[in-house]
């Protein structure tokens, strides 16, 4: 049973850092791409970053570049984002995702497997 399991997610003040982390079970996501997604409150859900388990370049929504940084440890499984200078208009539920394929390109239809999420709350 394919398992991404996220961590990390709480409150932060804004200019704050967290970092999130998703453990990926149930499968060998070798061919795959990693990404996080987010969804606001009333709003769709958005691609933040992706990376795939090679190391190639990796790839992040213009909203988060400069701020975010995804990475990877291939031998825990494992995808993380570190978020700097965290804004109000971050706050999201952040989703950990997995999507065949390498390519960059990446919407949320195309998508393979989904974790359950965890919340970001960043207070002005």
């Known amino acids: 049973q394919v398992q991404l399991v996220e961590s990390g997610g709480g409150l932060v003040q804004a200019g704050g850092s967290l970092r999130l982390s998703c453990a990926a079970s149930g499968r060998t996501f070798s061919n795959y791409r990693m990404g996080w997604f987010r969804q606001a409150p009333g709003k769709e859900r958005e691609f933040v970053a992706s990376?795939?388990?090679?190391?190639?370049?990796?790839y992040y929504a213009d909203s988060v570049k400069g701020r975010f940084t995804i990475s990877r440890d291939n031998a825990k499984n494992t995808v993380y984002l570190q978020m700097n200078s965290l804004k109000p208009e971050d706050t999201a539920v952040y989703y950990c995702?997995?999507?065949?394929?390498?390519?960059?390109?990446?919407?949320?239809?195309?998508?393979?497997?989904w974790g359950k999420g965890t919340l970001v709350t960043v207070s002005s």
């Open positions: 995702a997995a999507r065949w394929g390498t390519w960059s390109g990446w919407s949320v239809d195309a998508t393979d497997y």
């Open positions: 990376i795939t388990w090679s190391g190639g370049t990796p």
